[in-house]
């Protein structure tokens, strides 16, 4: 199998309209009678992910870029209301398609996770803050990792030693992200579905320090590995922290950089929420199809982006 973005879309396709049609529960609910779909949801899901690799943040512009280049693979082509309509009621359907492919991909069982927050900035102006319908949902945060106050979302992740996605979450800059964390562990099927012979490890930051989060986590045998606090004793495996954690570093910059993740362009929660998920999707998307055609740079997004 070739890594290119064509081969990539059809081998989407072919296993997106499968599992839709498996799992027509994930789907959104549509008329029985007086509605004819000119675009299936699998087509649909497909143009977003290739407008995620192919770095177009407006969708006016990128539909424009495929009525001039994709009319091979897409017959009929929605309007941009019509688009973005489709893809906010599909923001469930990406979420839980990435999730599916990211259980056929072998890493997916790795017993290390890495965890983090990224900031997904919204806006930048007062007026914005105070008018804007993100309003109560964003707010203002302050990124450590940058030095930086923003206004917005957080984006808190989970996800294995190669960058696969496992589990996810869009949340206000200021949520704990122990607690983020902890609705993850006991919501997200990927990471309840490990082996109990083994335990699972962590690897976070300083922000996620706390007796009482580390004390759950060791008694559904899962042990963190952060680097000490000011004060604190040095702790195991301290050595193995810095070069392990710039996995999730370089995955929030993938996302970032190659995936425009802080471009999203999003006004409304649904939008946003899209948005991401639409993000998360290709990337966790790019990490199968490597997987399928054997490459050994499983998180390598060069071959699909131009």
Known sequence: MDTDLDTLAIALYVTADDLLKAHPEQVPQRPEVGFVERISDAE??????????????????????????LRPMFPYLPRQSGYNKRLRKLNGTMAWLAAELARHVPVASDDVWVVDSTP???????????????AGWAEYGYCASHSRYFWGLRLHLVCT???????????????N???????LLDS??????????RRQIIIADKGYSGREFETGLTEVGIDLLRPARKGEKPRPGQRFFKPLRQIIESVNDTLKGQLDLEAHGGRTPAGVAARVAQRILALTTAIWH???????????LVAYDH
Request: proline share 2%.
């Open 120 to 134: 997904v900035e919204c806006g930048r102006s007062r007026e914005t803050a105070k008018r804007s319908d993100l």
């Open 44 to 69: 649909l899901i497909v143009l977003a992910v290739m407008q995620a690799f192919l770095g177009y943040t407006s969708e006016a512009r990128w539909l424009r870029y495929a009525h001039r280049h």
């Open 290 to 300: 490597n997987h399928q055609a054997n490459s050994l740079a499983r998180r390598n």
């Open 177 to 183: 992200e122990r607690d983020v964390v902890e609705h």
């Open 188 to 197: 997200t099927a990927a990471l309840q579905d490990r082996p109990t012979r």
């Open 161 to 175: 030693l190669h960058g696969l996605p496992l589990a996810w979450a869009l949340t206000g800059a200021k949520a």
